[in-house]
């Protein structure tokens, strides 16, 4: 079956643009975790949704990045006034349930702020 | 917070040697331990996981247990192939957190 997909897979923006970051979780998975990849450093967490909600925001930097996950399937990571140092990778991962069900990662979107 | 270390890369070794990546944790509560790996060109991938202190978790050869005396789950693998070279990242999941922790990563080459 299909895994999880990011789109677009690389995204080059300007500083101070806004950008979208799209997720497609695996069928039926409730759970779907964004994540952040910094070049040479491990994903660091951003937000967890369990269904339509996000149960837990505590990884978001700052209020420049949102994201919505608005029927429980697709999500959508958003930032506003990109700067230089949003350039990372970003990861989506859905797991079944949450806590110690295996998370599946999708191969990211490499973003690049210039 | 929360924080996992593992041991810097690249470690380079050769077919058939023995593997030992190192990998210490530092969470409150009971986290549950897991490795996963990014081989070449794909994306990162669960390889083994341990829920409970003295969990040993296996999977392609792979094991860790999950010493809580020690706060450690080191990586260990008995017999490496030229197809083992990946990263492989440790992380932790905090009981009432939902995130994973990861460590840095450990780039592993294995030369034939």
């Known amino acids: 079956g299909a895994g999880v997909s990011q789109t677009p897979s690389n995204k080059v923006t300007e500083k101070g643009k806004y950008v979208e970051l799209r997720c497609d979780p695996i069928?039926?998975?409730?759970?779907l975790y964004w994540y952040r990849q910094s070049l040479g450093q491990g994903p660091e967490f951003l937000i967890y949704f369990q269904g339509t909600g996000a149960a837990d925001d505590s990884g978001l930097p700052n209020d420049r990045f949102f994201a919505v996950r608005p029927e429980g399937s697709v999500s959508t990571l958003k930032i506003q006034r990109t700067e230089r140092g949003d350039s990372a990778v970003y990861l989506c991962?859905?797991?079944?349930?949450?806590?110690?069900?295996?998370?599946?990662f999708g191969p990211g979107t490499r973003l690049t702020v210039l | 917070g929360d924080s996992v270390t593992q041991m810097e890369g690249p470690v380079t070794l050769s077919e058939e040697a023995f593997l030992t990546i190192n990998c210490t944790y530092t969470?409150?509560?009971?986290?549950?331990l897991f490795w996963y790996v990014q081989y070449p060109g794909e994306g990162l991938q669960l390889l083994l996981k341990?829920?409970?202190?003295?969990d040993k978790g296996s999977n392609k050869g792979f094991e860790a247990t999950y010493r809580k005396e020690t706060t450690s789950f080191h990586l260990e693998k008995g017999s490496v192939q030229v197809s083992d070279s990946a990263v492989y990242f440790c992380?932790?999941?905090?009981?009432?957190?939902?995130?994973?922790?990861f460590g840095k990563g450990t780039h592993l080459i294995i030369q034939p």
């Open positions: 069928s039926g998975h409730t759970a």
């Open positions: 341990a829920t409970k202190a003295d």
């Open positions: 969470a409150t509560g009971y986290p549950s």
């Open positions: 992380a932790l999941n905090r009981g009432g957190a939902d995130g994973l922790t």
């Open positions: 991962a859905s797991s079944f349930g949450a806590r110690d069900n295996e998370q599946f």
